[in-house]
């Protein structure tokens, strides 16, 4: 157990539809990672929050935001979704921002199928 | 455009054996390289990483090698055990960044037979 927890870990949607991924970090850790991996490809990172605030983003679609609350959640909103947006999501935390301050540790993952 | 590739989907070895993972990446800036493993139903978890200070960390039956002027690591288990069988990601980073991002590869799934 990473300590990650991720909700829900299955989504079954259609296109068109809104969905939100949610993730609660380890106790304590400040940056919250989320990670993209669709079939037979590796861990695509889409943004990085640090204790609320935006620090990187990576290929995250427009029609993907994310935001970190004050307790420290994040979620994940996909909109418009698409047959192409079902893959796994996942959710990784550390304590600080740059790696000096550890690994990070990831959820199980949110699997999202689009039909 | 990726940056850290992992060019064998798979591999199978005999339990007892080395297992031998690799990994080639482009960008010169990374400094800092890790393994993860997955389970199916889990997320990834660390395993070993490496500094490119470094050309070889080991922990236990797991060593980490680097080979900087080829932009090349690898990944040594041994011996190999059935409950090796996994996905295994190389990912790399920039240490001194104040992101912490980690670009992945692909995964190689490892399978292990008794």
């Known amino acids: 157990d990473s300590g990650v927890t991720q909700t829900p870990k299955h989504l079954i949607t259609a296109t068109g539809q809104r969905v939100t991924l949610r993730c609660s970090p380890r106790?304590?850790?400040?940056?919250v990672y989320w990670y993209q991996q669709s079939l037979d490809q590796g861990l695509q990172f889409l943004i990085q929050y640090y204790n609320g605030e935006e620090r990187a983003k990576g290929n995250i679609l427009e029609r993907f935001s994310a935001q970190q609350f004050p307790d420290l959640h994040s979620e994940l909103n996909l909109s418009s979704l698409e047959l192409g947006d079902s893959a796994l999501y996942f959710c990784?935390?550390?304590?600080?921002?740059?790696?000096?301050?550890?690994?990070?540790?990831f959820g199980e993952g949110s699997r999202l199928t689009v039909l | 455009d990726q940056q850290v590739k992992q060019n064998s989907p798979s591999l199978s070895v005999q339990e007892g054996r080395i297992s031998i993972l690799n990994c080639d990446y482009t960008?010169?800036?990374?400094?800092?390289f890790l393994w993860y493993k997955k389970y199916p139903a889990e997320g990834p978890t660390f395993l070993i990483s490496i500094s490119s200070i470094k050309d070889k960390n080991e922990d236990g039956r797991f060593t980490v090698f680097l080979n900087k002027s080829a932009k090349h690591l690898s990944l040594h288990i041994v011996p190999s055990q059935p409950g090796d069988s996994a996905v295994y990601f190389c990912?790399?980073?920039?240490?001194?960044?104040?992101?912490?991002?980690?670009?992945f590869g692909q995964g190689t799934t490892l399978q292990v037979k008794p």
């Open positions: 990784a935390s550390r304590a600080g921002t740059g790696l000096s301050t550890g690994e990070l540790f």
């Open positions: 990912a790399a980073s920039i240490y001194s960044g104040n992101t912490g991002k980690l670009i």
């Open positions: 960008n010169s800036m990374f400094d800092y």
């Open positions: 106790s304590g850790d400040l940056s």
